[in-house]
């Protein structure tokens, strides 16, 4: 039944609204090895988040989208989704953000991740089947595994995520969740779970936002995370990482040419029996607008990678 599902659109859409986003890093970096060696490099280079696409109308009913992005010369696929109104709600059918994405940072560093990996709240763009019933959604999601130090994996059931936002005049609440299972050699259950919030606000030229997420096992889940999330498996039990992170971001909007944002990142992964695995990204940076759709974005920032979970120093990025 649902690899029967499918949605069509044809070339007599009534509405293709084309859209491209060219972008280009260029970042003087000095990497501290975290080992009394460091390095200074330019990096000049089409970022893999430039992308072209379509946002299609096909009726009021149906909608669909495709977006491709571009790594190293590459064509990678980010979007393709079609999305159908049945009356109740919405059935999304495509890759597409899962409904635990959070994305409220602008950094522009590192192919524009956006504090993803340091504390953003983010499974990226996956495959699903995803129900959305006004504000709040559900989806049923291409599975992650990862086989630690077994040699087989064996999935039963799909990954799960909702998302429910409350919006007000100037504010919005998002509360999330989600859940991953899959077995390691018949034998280890590996379970992961992500619950989250996430908060923004604007006050005249003024706006804050701020996220936060407690876990477990988010390196199995498909989590961007720059830390050790996995567990580990030691004969026969599994012993767990516990998960936490959070994302704060101000900015202020001097006028239609200027706009300045700062923001802050942490994440950590807490293996039983081990060191913390800690990590934390801030930045500043300004969005100046040249011209419509032209944006020069000068932004200066650190990674502090802090120490791994056997306490050894992993080193600064500026």
Do not use: C
């Not at 599902?5 to 007599?12: F, G, H, P, S, Y």
């Not at 959070?102 to 950094?107: E, K």
């Not at 999935?155 to 991953?180: C, H, Q, R």
């Not at 779970?193 to 407690?214: I, N, R």
């Amino acid at each position: 039944m649902l690899a029967a599902l499918t949605m069509v659109t044809t070339a007599q859409a009534s509405s293709w609204n084309f859209y491209g986003s060219a972008r280009l890093e260029t970042m003087s970096v000095d990497e501290d090895k975290g080992s009394g060696t460091s390095t200074k490099n330019t990096v000049w280079g089409q970022q893999s988040n430039a992308r072209i696409g379509a946002k299609v109308a096909v009726s009021d009913d149906l909608k669909a989208r495709f977006e491709y992005g571009t790594k190293n010369g590459t064509a990678n696929l980010r979007q393709l989704w079609g999305e159908g109104n049945f009356g109740p709600g919405k059935l999304l059918i495509g890759q597409t953000y899962t409904p635990i994405y959070t994305g409220y940072s602008s950094s522009v560093f590192d192919d524009g991740a956006a504090l993803e990996g340091y504390g953003t709240i983010s499974a990226s763009r996956k495959s699903m089947l995803q129900l959305t019933f006004g504000d709040f959604k559900i989806a049923a999601i291409e599975p992650k595994t990862d086989k630690l130090t077994g040699t087989s994996t064996e999935v039963t059931i799909p990954k799960v995520e909702a998302s429910y936002t409350f919006k007000f005049d100037n504010m919005s609440l998002k509360i999330l969740g989600g859940y991953n299972s899959y077995e390691v050699d018949d034998t280890h259950d590996i379970d992961a779970y992500v619950l989250g919030v996430g908060a923004q606000g604007s006050f005249g030229p003024d706006y804050l936002k701020a996220s936060a997420f407690t876990g477990q096992n988010l390196g199995t889940y498909g989590f961007k995370t720059n830390v050790d999330m996995d567990p580990t498996i030691t004969g026969s039990s599994v012993q767990d990482n516990d998960n936490i992170g959070y994302v704060l971001v101000g900015g202020y909007k001097l006028n239609d040419m200027f706009k300045f944002e700062a923001g802050y990142g942490y994440i950590k992964g807490e293996l039983d029996g081990s060191q913390d695995d800690e990590a934390a990204h801030y930045y500043l940076q300004s969005k100046i607008t040249l011209a419509p759709g032209v944006y020069l974005v000068p932004e200066i920032g650190k990674r502090d990678e802090k120490q791994d979970n056997l306490g050894a120093e992993q080193g600064d990025t500026t």
